[in-house]
């Protein structure tokens, strides 16, 4: 592993996310306790051979840092001001 990847937090409890590497699988997740962060978000990937663990390392990050406000196109809409705004249609 050549050098050191920025994750952001844990979109959900805002702890710092951790990479974790066997093998040829990575993965990035929230390493809070389940009374801490209910959700616990986590995602992984397995090296595909023509791959190196630096390159699917930088994806797996890419991913991770990937937030619904970063100006992408396929983006969801927050649902949570979706469902305040129903409620109070309501």
């Not at 066997?22 to 009374?35: D, L, M, N």
């Not at 397995?46 to 190196?52: H, L, S, V």
Request: net charge neutral; hydrophobic share 35%; aromatic share 6%.
């Amino acid at each position: 592993m050549s050098e050191k990847l920025n994750l952001k937090p844990c979109p959900f409890c805002g702890a710092e996310a951790e990479l974790l590497g066997v093998s040829a699988w990575y993965s990035v997740r929230c390493p809070s306790p389940i009374t801490k962060c209910p959700i616990q978000p986590r995602m992984g990937m397995q090296r595909r051979p023509w791959e190196t663990d630096d390159q699917l390392r930088a994806f797996l990050a890419e991913q991770w840092n990937t937030r619904a406000d970063s100006g992408r196109d396929d983006a969801r809409p927050d649902t949570c001001k979706a469902a305040e705004a129903a409620k109070e249609q309501a």
